[in-house]
């Protein structure tokens, strides 16, 4: 299994980004996918998840991006997508996408040890 994370790079405040993560070697629309950033010094931080069938009800972002951010996906193309907007010195992390097989327990996809396969992460610096 991989997830390939990537889009990640350096932007101004006030800027935007859209992060990818293609996946490969498992059932992409049996899966719930999410992401998650770690800050240097700080514990990773859940970011936003979405479900297997995108359902806009069952989709969650943390209170940090929460009407700035838009995560989607294309079953398609096994890719999940966060679009981030208005980003500030503070959003600057890794980002790292997750799966977890799909589940009716929505709180445990904000769990950063629900996750059963990550990728690598992408780096994303935010100037001021």
């Known amino acids: 299994v991989q997830l390939q994370a990537f889009g990640g790079g350096l932007v101004q405040a006030g800027g935007s980004l859209r992060l990818s993560c293609v996946v490969s070697?498992?059932?992409?629309?049996?899966?719930?996918m999410g992401w998650f950033r770690q800050a240097p010094g700080k514990e990773r931080e859940f970011v936003a998840t979405i479900p297997w069938n995108a359902d806009a009800g069952s989709t969650f972002y943390g209170d940090s991006v929460r009407g700035r951010s838009t995560i989607s996906r294309d079953n398609a193309k096994n890719t999940v997508y966060l679009q981030m907007n208005s980003l500030k010195p503070e959003d600057a992390a890794v980002y790292y996408c997750?799966?977890?097989?799909?589940?009716?327990?929505?709180?445990?996809?904000?769990?950063?040890?629900?996750?059963?396969?990550w990728g690598q992460g992408t780096v994303v610096t935010v100037s001021s």
């Open positions: 997750a799966a977890i097989l799909r589940s009716r327990n929505q709180p445990r996809r904000r769990d950063v040890n629900a996750y059963d396969y």
């Open positions: 070697g498992l059932s992409f629309n049996l899966y719930d």
